[in-house]
C-alpha cells in the first residue's frame, strides 16, 4: 500500500487533518504509539470536550508571530466545526465565557472524528512507534513498528510533551529540528502556579476558591481562582500562566467589582462592624481571615483612618503573588512555544523550505487560552494542511 501523505498523531489536529484530506481522495496513513485515537479529547472539558469557544480571536493565542494564527483560523472557524457537530447531532450547550462543551460525553467528538477519517478512507495504525524519519527522491520515509513506510508529504501533528503520562512527547520537535525548522523554546501553560515558604499560609487555604481578576504585565483575567495545597490553581491562574516568566510576580484584584474607596464607605455606614466581618461577607470568612493576618489589621471599621481603609481596599485590589514555580508538565494542559512559525506557511502549514513537510496542533508556536481555544485551533490547522497536502 503507498500513501499520498503519513500523519503522525491521532489527536485533534491529526484526526482532523487525516479526514480533510481523506475525504480530498488522498490516501492517508494515520500513525499513532498510543493504542487508542484521541486521548486528550477523551478527558477534556471534564470529560465533556469544550470542543471550541465562540470568541475565538487570534489575539487569543500566544505564538512569537501573533499574526500566524489569523489565516487558518479565519478559515475554519468554530462555526465550522459547530456545523460538523451538528451534522452529527451531538447535543452542546455554551458554559461560560464563549465556551462549548457537549451535553453528553467527549466520546461523541472522538467518535465523530472516526467516522469522518473513515469516510475518507483513512488507514488508522495504533500502538506503533516511530523510530525514524528520512527524506530522500521527494519522499518522506518513516520507520513506524520496524516497517518502512513512504509518501510524499509528512504532517507532524504528535502534539507538545505536556502530560507525559497520557504518552505526550517532544517527538515533534525532535523532527522538525532534523528538517531545519527552529524551536520557540517550550515551556508549560495553563498550569497551577507553586508558593514557596513566604507564602505558605495560604496553603491553608486549600479548597478556597474566589472570582479575581489576576494580572500579569499588561494581561489580566477576570474568572475563578482556586487555592490548592501546592500553591494557586483555577482558571484564571491557569490563564495568566500561559504569559508568566519566572521570578516575577502576578497581581491579584481580591474585589475587581469594589471601588477605591468602598471600605470607606463602609466604615461610613456602620462604623461599629468589625473589619473581619465585611471582608468576610465581601471574600469568604477563610480568605478574609488569611489576608488580615497578612495585613496586620484587626477591629473595627470606625477606628481606621480612611487613609489606612483606602491603603487596605488598595492591597486587596493589588495582591502581589510570587509563585517559586508551576507544577510543570505533569499538570499543564498545553504547552507554550514549539515549532517555530517563521518557517511555516499560515495557509498551508507547510514548512517553507521543506516540500511536503507539515506541522499542526500543538506542537507549532500556537497555544490558545483555556476555554476551547486550543481544540479549535487543532482543527483549523489540521483542517489547513489536511486541504493542501
Ligand atoms: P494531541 O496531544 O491531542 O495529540 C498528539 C498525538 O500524538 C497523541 O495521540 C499522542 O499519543 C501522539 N504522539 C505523541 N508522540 C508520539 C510519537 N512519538 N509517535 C507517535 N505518536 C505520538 N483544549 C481545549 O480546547 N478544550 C478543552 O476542554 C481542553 N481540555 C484539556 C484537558 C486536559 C487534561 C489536557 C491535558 C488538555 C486539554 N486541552 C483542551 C488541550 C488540548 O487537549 C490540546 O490542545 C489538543 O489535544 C492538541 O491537539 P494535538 O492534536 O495537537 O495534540
Redesign the pocket.
Same mark, same amino acid.
Given at each position: 500500500m503507498s500513501y499520498d501523505v503519513i500523519i503522525?498523531?491521532?489527536?485533534?489536529?491529526?484526526m482532523m487533518c487525516a479526514a480533510t484530506a481523506g475525504q480530498r481522495g488522498k490516501r492517508v496513513l494515520l @500513525?499513532?504509539?498510543?493504542d487508542g485515537v484521541g486521548?486528550?479529547?477523551l478527558?477534556?472539558?471534564g470529560g465533556r470536550? =469544550?470542543f471550541t469557544n465562540i470568541h475565538i480571536a487570534a489575539d487569543r493565542y500566544l505564538s512569537a508571530n501573533p499574526n500566524f494564527a489569523k489565516s487558518a483560523l479565519g478559515r475554519y472557524s468554530a462555526q465550522d466545526f459547530i456545523a460538523l457537530v451538528d451534522r452529527y447531532g451531538i447535543a452542546w450547550h455554551e458554559k461560560t465565557l464563549g465556551q462549548l462543551f457537549c451535553d453528553g460525553s467527549a466520546k461523541q467528538i472522538v467518535a465523530m472524528l472516526e467516522e469522518e477519517c473513515a469516510a475518507g478512507g483513512v488507514t488508522i495504525a495504533l500502538g506503533q512507534? @516511530?523510530t525514524d524519519v528520512a527524506h530522500g527522491d521527494g519522499l518522506y520515509r518513516v520507520t513506524i513498528g520496524g516497517v518502512v513506510q513512504c509518501a510524499p508529504a509528512l504532517v507532524l501533528?504528535?502534539?507538545g510533551p505536556?502530560?507525559p503520562k497520557m504518552?505526550?512527547?517532544g517527538?515533534a520537535y525532535n523532527v522538525a529540528r532534523q528538517f531545519g525548522l527552529g524551536i520557540i523554546q517550550p515551556r508549560p501553560a495553563l498550569v497551577p502556579f507553586t508558593l514557596g515558604a513566604e507564602e505558605a499560609l495560604f496553603q491553608s487555604l486549600s479548597g478556597v476558591s474566589a472570582d479575581v481578576e489576576v494580572r500579569w504585565n499588561k494581561t489580566r483575567f477576570r474568572e475563578a481562582a482556586l487555592f490548592t495545597h501546592r500553591g494557586l490553581s483555577g482558571p484564571a491562574m491557569l490563564q495568566i500562566s500561559s504569559y508568566w516568566q519566572h521570578r516575577t510576580p502576578i497581581h491579584v484584584d481580591f474585589l475587581p467589582d469594589r471601588d477605591a474607596d468602598w471600605l470607606i464607605a463602609e466604615k461610613r455606614d456602620r462604623p461599629r462592624v468589625s473589619l473581619r466581618k465585611v471582608l468576610a461577607q465581601a471574600l469568604t470568612e477563610r480568605l478574609a481571615d488569611t489576608l488580615l493576618e497578612r495585613l496586620s489589621v484587626q477591629g473595627e471599621l470606625g477606628a481606621q483612618s480612611d487613609k489606612a481603609l483606602r491603603q487596605m481596599a488598595a492591597s486587596l485590589a493589588n495582591w502581589p503573588f510570587e509563585p517559586t514555580g508551576t507544577e510543570g508538565y505533569a499538570k499543564a494542559? @498545553?504547552t507554550v512555544g514549539g515549532i517555530a512559525t517563521a518557517g511555516l506557511s499560515s495557509r498551508t502549514m507547510e514548512a517553507n523550505k521543506v516540500p511536503g513537510l507539515y506541522c499542526?496542533?500543538?506542537?507549532v508556536d500556537v497555544t490558545?487560552w483555556l476555554g476551547?481555544? =486550543?481544540?479549535?485551533w487543532?482543527w483549523a490547522s489540521g483542517w489547513a494542511a489536511g486541504q493542501a497536502v
Amino acid at each position: 500500500m503507498s500513501y499520498d501523505v503519513i500523519i503522525l498523531g491521532a489527536g485533534a489536529a491529526g484526526m482532523m487533518c487525516a479526514a480533510t484530506a481523506g475525504q480530498r481522495g488522498k490516501r492517508v496513513l494515520l @500513525v499513532d504509539h498510543a493504542d487508542g485515537v484521541g486521548k486528550k479529547i477523551l478527558i477534556s472539558g471534564g470529560g465533556r470536550c =469544550n470542543f471550541t469557544n465562540i470568541h475565538i480571536a487570534a489575539d487569543r493565542y500566544l505564538s512569537a508571530n501573533p499574526n500566524f494564527a489569523k489565516s487558518a483560523l479565519g478559515r475554519y472557524s468554530a462555526q465550522d466545526f459547530i456545523a460538523l457537530v451538528d451534522r452529527y447531532g451531538i447535543a452542546w450547550h455554551e458554559k461560560t465565557l464563549g465556551q462549548l462543551f457537549c451535553d453528553g460525553s467527549a466520546k461523541q467528538i472522538v467518535a465523530m472524528l472516526e467516522e469522518e477519517c473513515a469516510a475518507g478512507g483513512v488507514t488508522i495504525a495504533l500502538g506503533q512507534g @516511530v523510530t525514524d524519519v528520512a527524506h530522500g527522491d521527494g519522499l518522506y520515509r518513516v520507520t513506524i513498528g520496524g516497517v518502512v513506510q513512504c509518501a510524499p508529504a509528512l504532517v507532524l501533528a504528535t502534539g507538545g510533551p505536556s502530560i507525559p503520562k497520557m504518552g505526550a512527547t517532544g517527538f515533534a520537535y525532535n523532527v522538525a529540528r532534523q528538517f531545519g525548522l527552529g524551536i520557540i523554546q517550550p515551556r508549560p501553560a495553563l498550569v497551577p502556579f507553586t508558593l514557596g515558604a513566604e507564602e505558605a499560609l495560604f496553603q491553608s487555604l486549600s479548597g478556597v476558591s474566589a472570582d479575581v481578576e489576576v494580572r500579569w504585565n499588561k494581561t489580566r483575567f477576570r474568572e475563578a481562582a482556586l487555592f490548592t495545597h501546592r500553591g494557586l490553581s483555577g482558571p484564571a491562574m491557569l490563564q495568566i500562566s500561559s504569559y508568566w516568566q519566572h521570578r516575577t510576580p502576578i497581581h491579584v484584584d481580591f474585589l475587581p467589582d469594589r471601588d477605591a474607596d468602598w471600605l470607606i464607605a463602609e466604615k461610613r455606614d456602620r462604623p461599629r462592624v468589625s473589619l473581619r466581618k465585611v471582608l468576610a461577607q465581601a471574600l469568604t470568612e477563610r480568605l478574609a481571615d488569611t489576608l488580615l493576618e497578612r495585613l496586620s489589621v484587626q477591629g473595627e471599621l470606625g477606628a481606621q483612618s480612611d487613609k489606612a481603609l483606602r491603603q487596605m481596599a488598595a492591597s486587596l485590589a493589588n495582591w502581589p503573588f510570587e509563585p517559586t514555580g508551576t507544577e510543570g508538565y505533569a499538570k499543564a494542559e @498545553v504547552t507554550v512555544g514549539g515549532i517555530a512559525t517563521a518557517g511555516l506557511s499560515s495557509r498551508t502549514m507547510e514548512a517553507n523550505k521543506v516540500p511536503g513537510l507539515y506541522c499542526i496542533g500543538e506542537a507549532v508556536d500556537v497555544t490558545g487560552w483555556l476555554g476551547g481555544y =486550543n481544540f479549535q485551533w487543532a482543527w483549523a490547522s489540521g483542517w489547513a494542511a489536511g486541504q493542501a497536502v
